[in-house]
């Protein structure tokens, strides 16, 4: 891909993901009402294992830096969202649902890192 058309292929890709965290949270939330945020959760641990597997298919070879920038950058950049998982454990503690807050925070690490570290593994194996 020319180096003019990246830049834009990172903002398209940006907007798409914008657009498919808004439709899955939605869904997601419109499905299975609860006050715990679980779309947050599995948008961001998708997010991370598509990161990871993109990662690992550009260092085993596979993949091209213009992948990881399009798709890393741009999709998963507009994806996932760190900031709103950190407003909604702050809401849930404001609310007094100490536990869920800090399972909330603690949990969201614990598994986007797990995610992002299987997808990365299946990118180097699947190179």
Not at 14 to 28: H, I, N
Not at 40 to 47: A, E, H, L, M, R
């Given at each position: 891909m020319s180096a003019l058309l990246v830049p834009l292929a990172v903002c398209l890709a940006?907007?798409?993901?914008?657009?498919?965290?808004?439709?899955?949270?939605?869904?997601?939330r419109r499905r299975w009402p609860t006050t715990f945020p679980w779309p947050?959760?599995?948008?961001?641990?998708?997010?991370s294992l598509l990161l990871g597997l993109v990662t690992g298919l550009v260092l085993a070879g596979v993949g091209s830096q213009d992948l990881r920038a399009v798709v890393g950058l741009g999709f998963c950049g507009g994806y996932t969202t760190f900031s709103t998982a950190v407003l909604e454990s702050v809401r849930l503690a404001q609310r007094g649902a100490w536990w869920a807050a800090a399972g909330n925070a603690a949990g969201t690490l614990v598994a986007t890192s797990a995610a992002a570290a299987a997808g990365l593994a299946a990118g180097l194996a699947l190179g």
């Open positions: 940006g907007a798409l993901g914008a657009v498919a965290r808004f439709v899955v949270d939605g869904e997601v947050t959760v599995g948008i961001n641990v998708s997010g």
